[in-house]
């Protein structure tokens, strides 16, 4: 049989929240057949909102452009990045040794002193001194895509008639990270043989992207064919990870997917992906429910802590 041709559908959040019964069928029609066939979907319709998009962005060039030494100094040495700034070639591709052309920082989850998972989370760090507007802005954005986020896999949940909570409540108080990444010009930060992101799959659950400051984002499809997927001004590009695919027995595969270099040398690029995960203690194990006939799991039982750690260790964060 043929493979579908090629399509990145865009689906309209609102469809599903505030739509009728056939909207939402259809929201969750074209939402499972995008993630099964591309791993990818762009979503419009959400209540993101592009201040604090901006907002965020703006944060970002301004911490970037700070000296290194300052940077440094919210840099968490042994914390897998975790949270607080990421220096520039320290993360690379499980298949790649060169280190991705960029560096980062790690908005994480803002949980209460007494919270049960506040020891294992730990603190943000804010550049209050140096950006002030940092804090605000980016936990805004934070809990707004978190919010897309579990609507996503509740959609999702339903077009694989799994119960409607069963996908999002794994990320109710999750480990999910903002990344803020700043890929700077390549004229004096190039490594040889490096990229501003390897070729590679995401570890979590799904992942969200607003529009980021120029393109560059590519996935590769079912053909192996190299496709860009930049999303356009407003929308966000959601893509499935290595966690969703494990969960559900590969009836979604996370997709590869790259970030390649600029024709100019001058060029910059900003983006703010959200890795959507769950709590630490969540079991990553296909649900008997979605087993077909003579189907077996493709794989152990693994907490999610447990993958992330053995992922992180794999692309060099500890």
């Known amino acids: 049989m043929a493979s579908p041709a090629f399509q990145v559908e865009t689906v309209h959040l609102s469809q599903f929240r505030e739509g009728s019964a056939r909207e939402r069928a259809d929201f969750i029609r074209v939402l499972g057949d995008s993630f099964r066939h591309t791993g990818f979907v762009k979503v419009a319709g959400h209540r993101v909102q592009q201040t604090d998009v901006d907002g965020a962005y703006e944060a970002a060039r301004a911490f970037f452009a700070l000296p290194e030494e300052t940077k440094r100094r919210y840099q968490v040495p042994g914390g897998g990045g975790a949270r607080g700034f990421t220096s520039f070639g320290s993360e690379h591709a499980k298949d790649n040794p060169v280190g991705d052309l960029k560096e980062f920082w790690h908005v994480g989850q803002e949980l209460p002193a007494?919270?049960?998972?506040?020891?294992?989370?730990?603190?943000?760090?804010?550049?209050?001194?140096?950006?002030?507007?940092?804090?605000?802005?980016?936990?805004?954005?934070?809990?707004?895509?978190?919010?897309?986020?579990?609507?996503?896999?509740?959609?999702?949940?339903?077009?694989?008639?799994?119960?409607?909570?069963?996908?999002?409540?794994?990320?109710?108080?999750?480990?999910?990270?903002?990344?803020?990444?700043?890929?700077?010009?390549?004229?004096?930060?190039y490594l040889e043989g490096g990229v501003r992101s390897s070729a590679h799959e995401d570890i979590n659950l799904i992942t969200l992207l607003p529009a980021a400051t120029d393109s560059g984002l590519q996935l590769l499809d079912r053909d192996g064919v190299w496709r860009a997927v930049d999303g356009l001004a407003g929308e966000i590009v959601a893509d499935a990870g290595d966690m969703l695919s494990r969960h559900l027995n590969l009836k979604i595969p996370s997709t590869t997917h790259r970030v390649i270099n600029p024709d100019s040398a001058e060029a910059v690029r900003y983006s703010m992906p959200f890795f959507c995960?769950?709590?630490?203690?969540?079991?990553?194990?296909?649900?008997?429910?979605?087993?077909?006939?003579?189907?077996?799991?493709?794989?152990?039982?693994?907490?999610?802590?447990?993958?992330?750690?053995?992922?992180?260790?794999?692309?060099?964060?500890?």
């Open 277 to 318: 995960h769950p709590r630490p203690e969540v079991v990553l194990d296909c649900p008997e429910a979605l087993l077909e006939a003579g189907e077996a799991k493709r794989f152990e039982p693994i907490t999610a802590h447990a993958f992330l750690m053995q992922r992180l260790r794999e692309i060099g964060l500890i």
């Open 114 to 189: 007494g919270h049960p998972l506040h020891a294992a989370y730990g603190d943000n760090l804010w550049p209050e001194a140096e950006v002030p507007s940092f804090k605000a802005h980016t936990l805004a954005l934070y809990h707004a895509l978190e919010d897309c986020a579990g609507t996503l896999l509740e959609a999702l949940a339903l077009y694989l008639s799994l119960p409607e909570r069963s996908l999002a409540d794994m990320i109710l108080d999750g480990n999910s990270i903002l990344r803020l990444i700043h890929y700077p010009a390549l004229k004096d930060r």
